[in-house]
């Protein structure tokens, strides 16, 4: 119950802050910086203990899951520009994608339907729908996700399934 009331708690403070999150996704133990209004996060969604960086937008769909030690990253410096200026890119998380333990999301990518990032991929370019990445560079190997996806990643949490199933 502790565990529940946390990631509530957390919700509700961005929420509060400005950041648009659906009242049914779980948020852990995240450590969000910049303006709190740029964040979205749809239904049914897990994030863990996940750093973002809030110079764009993150929008996060539905029935996603971001493990932890994720960094998600909006914004990098111009190696080209004499000045080093800061360039900012939305990053988008469509619906089921899931994003492996410790990886790295970096400014204006987009990981597609049902795509999965594995564990410690440096993603700097987008993913296509239900491709698997892996590396650094994140690369996409030849598995493929199923085409129909019908599950809901918050049901795996040990404390809501011990607060569903008793």
Not at 102 to 120: E, F, S, T
């Amino acid at each position: 119950m502790p565990e529940l009331l946390g990631r509530n708690s957390r919700r509700m403070q961005l929420v509060k802050a400005g950041a648009t999150i659906h009242e049914t996704a779980e948020i852990g133990e995240v450590a969000v910086e910049g303006r709190k209004e740029l964040l979205k996060v749809g239904p049914l969604s897990f994030l863990g203990q996940v750093y973002m960086a809030l110079h764009d937008q993150i929008e996060i769909g539905e029935r996603v899951c971001i493990n932890d030690g994720v960094e998600i990253l909006t914004a990098s410096h111009d190696l080209h520009d004499p000045n080093w200026n800061l360039v900012k890119k939305t990053v988008i998380i469509e619906d089921y994608a899931w994003i492996g333990t410790g990886a790295m999301i970096l400014p204006g990518v987009c990981i597609g339907y049902g795509a999965v990032v594995g564990a410690r991929a440096v993603v700097s370019k987008s993913v296509a729908p239900r491709t698997v990445v892996v590396g650094n560079p994140a690369k996409p190997i030849s598995k493929m996700r199923c085409s129909e996806l019908n599950y809901n990643p918050c049901e795996f949490l040990a404390a809501n399934r011990a607060w569903l199933l008793g």
